[in-house]
C-alpha cells in the first residue's frame, strides 16, 4: 500500500514535471528504485533458498548414495538367480509365529499347574517357552531352507533341534519323578507330562515349519529387495522436498516482481494522465518498455530423480497441498520493498 502510495504522488508529480523526457530511454528514478528493492528483496529469498537448498542436497547426495548401493545389490542377486523373491511380505509368517508363542504359553500354563508347580514358577517358565521355543523355530526352519552350507551349519543346527527337543523331554521326566515321589497318582503325572511334551514338540515343528514356508530359498535376495525398498522412499521424498522448497521461493519472488510492474505500471498511468493536462500527449520511450527486473535462477546444480518429480507434481495437485517444514518460515510481501 505504502508503495501504491509512492507511485500515485511521483507519478503525479513527475508528470506535472514532464519527467521522464519524451526522448528518454532511461527508465524514471521512481521505477528504477522500485525495481532496485524488488531485486534486493529476490535475492534475499534466493539467498535464503540457496541455504536450505544445500542442506537438503547434502541429504539427497547421502540417500542417494544408500539408494544406488541397496538397487545394485538387489539387481546383481535378481540377475544372478534369474527371478525375484518368492517372499512378498513376512507379516503373515510374524502373525503365525505369535500365535504359536501364545498357544506355548497357553498350554504350559495349563501343564505347569497340572504338575503342581506354585504361580511364579509356572508364569516364569511359560514365558520362557512362550519366547523361547518360536525362536528357535524360527532360526531352525530358516536355516533349513537355506541349506546347510559348512562344517559349522551341520553341527550346530541339529544340536539346535536336539537340545530343544532333548531338554523339553529332560525337564518333563525330572518333574514326573519328583511329583510322582510326593504320593500323587502316577497315571495322571504321566498323561500329564507327556501332553506337555507333545504340545511343545508340535508346536515346535509348526513353528520350524512355518519358518521354512516363509522364506526364500536363497538367503540375500528378500534382504536386499527389502533394503532397496527401505532406501527408496527416503531418497525420492528428499528429492519432493527440494523441488516442494523450491518452487515456493520461486513463486515468492514472482509475486515480488509481479507487485513491482504493478507499482512501476500505476506510476506510469498516473504520470500519462498529468501530462495529458499539461498538454504534454506523448508518450516517454521508457514507457513503452517492460520493466526489467532480474530474478536469479532457481535451477538445481544437479538434477533431480524423476520419481521425486513424479511425486511432487502428484502431490501439488491434491487438494490438500503437501507442504514443507519450509511453511513455517516468514513469507515475502510487496511491502517488503520499502526496507
Given at each position: 500500500m505504502f508503495w501504491k502510495l509512492k507511485a500515485w504522488y511521483y507519478g503525479r508529480r513527475d508528470g506535472i514535471l514532464g519527467m521522464p523526457p519524451r526522448d528518454e530511454e532511461t527508465p524514471a528514478?521512481?521505477?528504477?528504485?522500485?525495481?532496485?528493492?524488488?531485486?534486493?528483496?529476490?535475492?534475499?529469498?534466493?539467498?535464503?533458498?540457496?541455504?536450505k537448498d544445500a542442506r537438503l542436497s547434502g541429504e539427497n547426495?547421502?540417500?542417494?548414495?544408500?539408494?544406488?548401493?541397496?538397487?545394485?545389490?538387489?539387481?546383481t542377486k535378481r540377475s544372478e538367480l534369474g527371478r525375484d523373491t518368492t517372499v512378498g511380505t513376512m507379516l503373515p509368517y510374524y502373525f503365525i509365529l505369535l500365535l504359536i508363542g501364545i498357544c506355548e504359553f497357553a498350554v504350559n500354563i495349563v501343564v505347569f499347574r497340572i504338575l503342581g508347580e506354585n504361580t511364579v514358577f509356572t508364569g516364569l517358565m511359560a514365558i520362557v517357552i512362550f519366547i523361547g521355543l518360536p525362536l528357535?523355530?524360527?532360526h531352525v526352519g530358516k536355516s533349513l531352507k537355506h541349506g546347510w552350507q559348512s562344517l559349522t551349519d551341520w553341527i550346530l543346527y541339529p544340536v539346535e533341534i536336539i537340545i530343544t527337543a532333548g531338554g523339553l523331554i529332560a525337564f518333563a521326566v525330572v518333574r514326573r519323578d519328583?511329583?510322582?515321589?510326593?504320593?500323587?497318582n502316577f497315571l495322571s503325572i504321566n498323561v500329564a507330562v507327556w501332553t506337555f511334551i507333545a504340545l511343545n514338540l508340535l508346536l515346535f515343528v509348526g513353528a520350524v515349519v512355518a519358518s521354512y514356508m516363509a522364506h526364500d530359498k536363497d538367503p540375500d535376495i528378500y534382504r536386499f529387495k527389502k533394503r532397496y525398498e527401505q532406501t527408496q522412499k527416503p531418497y525420492h521424498d528428499i528429492g519432493a522436498r527440494r523441488l516442494a522448497w523450491r518452487d515456493k521461493m520461486k513463486g515468492h519472488?514472482?509475486?515480488?516482481?509481479?507487485?513491482?510492474?504493478?507499482?512501476?505500471?500505476l506510476y506510469r498511468d498516473h504520470n500519462m494522465r498529468r501530462r495529458m493536462k499539461a498538454s504534454l500527449k506523448e508518450m516517454p520511450i521508457s514507457f513503452k518498455r517492460e520493466p526489467i527486473i532480474n530474478i536469479p535462477s532457481f535451477e538445481f546444480e544437479e538434477a533431480v530423480s524423476e520419481q521425486a518429480q513424479e511425486?511432487?507434481?502428484?502431490?501439488?495437485?491434491?487438494p490438500a497441498a503437501w507442504t514443507p517444514e519450509s511453511d513455517k518460515e516468514?513469507?515475502?510481501?510487496?511491502?517488503?520493498?520499502?526496507r
Open positions: 528514478p521512481f521505477e528504477q528504485r522500485v525495481c532496485a528493492a524488488a531485486e534486493r528483496t529476490v535475492s534475499a529469498i534466493h539467498r535464503k533458498w540457496k541455504a547426495r547421502d540417500r542417494e548414495d544408500v539408494f544406488k548401493r541397496a538397487f545394485k545389490n538387489y539387481e528357535v523355530g524360527h519328583y511329583i510322582a515321589n510326593t504320593g500323587q519472488a514472482e509475486e515480488i516482481k509481479n507487485s513491482a510492474r504493478t507499482i512501476i505500471m511425486k511432487w507434481n502428484y502431490e501439488s495437485e491434491l516468514v513469507s515475502y510481501e510487496t511491502k517488503d520493498y520499502m
